[in-house]
């Protein structure tokens, strides 16, 4: 199986598919946004006339635009308009500082950065920190769809057909241990990967799925909301995840499927109003980010709610692994085999060579849904795919079924008196605690045992714990070896734009030997 498909005459690129739907089911709803409704006619009417406002404004194939906004209709019409017009949706993250999105829009080099007007001073703050900041435009139909300021320094020239691999999607990854690379997804990448979703989540028309994974993720676009648009369903989304508003949306929208990370089904499940919810609507989820605990997938399951648990990355525009919900109790810890499409291998960490049946080393990936790159940097690239593979960093344990258990990052792991530790592993025992409420274990050198385990602790309110009292709890569960060397409280866990704990940050200060 190749990496990516050859560029074909387009017909697998995604401008086509609001042109289908608005043929096929035109009066369908595409989008409730907040009770806005916006049906297939409109969302291709709309999204027709800015991409041809593109090509008259001097807009070509591979220009970039840059977005900094929220979940919203806008920002749907504004990607199937790229889409047709051949150019490359940049969504950048409103929780980011605006140094760090300053240093993502030099990156990026977008010809235009739309900006929603709630996020004007955070991107006002950015742009006056660039040299030569892009022109800006707001989003919707008062805004860039109005007025669309002029391609500067544009090329007269036909606008040429778009192809499956032109560009179409560059998302910056979560930057956990520096700065963020930003993927670049092509059209046939996202084609493909939405493809193989459909084979083990299927979607209808019938379907309403509710999303609200924030849209500068790559699972924004293809955990469903995008196979939902080529299906014909209805997305409703969501701007911010709050328990109690889901809850009611279920029942109020007839919600059939969702996405969400585990920790947003505890708060669900933890809901006051959660025992007398209506989800007789919701029959299916998908579950990403980390494994779904065992008591809270039976609760789930004692609710009718299927759930299906998976893995990706952004490399992997994101799919990758898939357990489908009659297996979810059966494999508990485990992220699934591969989607449809898709090929994986497990290799050797030191030396590359391909392991057969059960075994444990770096997972890699192989297929249409792998990226093109990142952008202007070839030399991460080259470091991440080798030979059309897609070099993943995951240590990951496979059984002799072929289910796969992700044990940990690589460069993660760190070596204790000779032994591996993984911190996953020293994490999950840290959470078992009740006074526990996050948990973050970094490797760190150590004198006497060459790197020890620096523990970086949020205690739940109310609750109380101390040093002490945790390393016995550690004690009676792992090996004295994977104890940590230090535990520090910490009011809160230094976060990433896409909330993922921000390691290089931690073990900096371990290393510092400083209070975080």
Known sequence: MSQNPAAGDGLHTLGRWTTDRSVSTPDRVAIDDRGVRLHYRELERRAAALAAAFGAAGYRAGDRIGTVTGNCADHVVLFFACAKAGLVL??????????????????????????EHEFDALAAAALELLAEPPR?????????????????????????????????????????????????????????????????MELSSSDVVLSVLPQFH?????????????????????????????????????????????????????????????????????????????????????RGVALSQGYGLTEASPNVLCLPPEDAERMLGYAGKPY???EIAVV???????????????LRVRGPGVFAGYFRDPAATSATLVDGWLCTGDLVERDAEGFVKIVDRIKDLYISGGENVSPAQVEAVLLAHPAVAEAAVVGVPDERWGEIGAAFVVVRASMATDEQDLLEHCAQRLARFKLPGRIEFVPALPR?????????????????????
């Open 90 to 115: 940049v969504p950048l993250s409103w929780r980011l500082a605006p140094a760090e999105l300053a240093a993502q829009l030099q990156l990026a080099d977008p010809a235009l950065l739309v900006v």
């Open 136 to 200: 800006t435009a707001a989003p919707g139909p008062a805004g860039v769809e109005r007025l669309l300021p002029a391609r500067t320094g544009a090329i007269p020239g036909p606008v040429r057909p778009v192809r499956d691999d032109d560009p179409l999607l560059m998302v910056f990854t979560s930057g956990t241990e520096g700065p963020s690379k930003a993927a670049v997804l092509t059209h046939a990448n996202c084609f493909w990967t939405n493809l193989s979703l459909s084979r083990t």
């Open 218 to 302: 790559a699972g924004g676009w293809n955990i469903q909301p995008l196979l939902a648009w080529w299906t014909g369903a209805t997305v409703v989304l969501e701007r911010h995840f709050d328990a109690g508003r889901v809850l009611a949306l279920i029942a109020e929208r007839g919600v059939t499927t969702m996405m969400g990370v585990p920790s947003q089904y505890l708060m669900l499940a933890e809901h006051p109003g959660f025992a007398a919810a209506d989800l007789s609507t919701l029959t299916r989820a998908v579950v990403g980010g980390a494994s779904m605990p065992a008591p809270l997938l039976r609760i789930w399951h004692s």
């Open 340 to 342: 449809p499409h898709l």
């Open 348 to 362: 050797d960490p030191a030396t590359g060579a391909r392991l057969d049946g059960a075994a444990t080393g770096e």
């Open 496 to 516: 990433t734009a896409l909330n993922k704990v921000a390691r290089g940050r931690l073990r900096t200060r371990a290393e510092a030997g400083a209070r975080w």
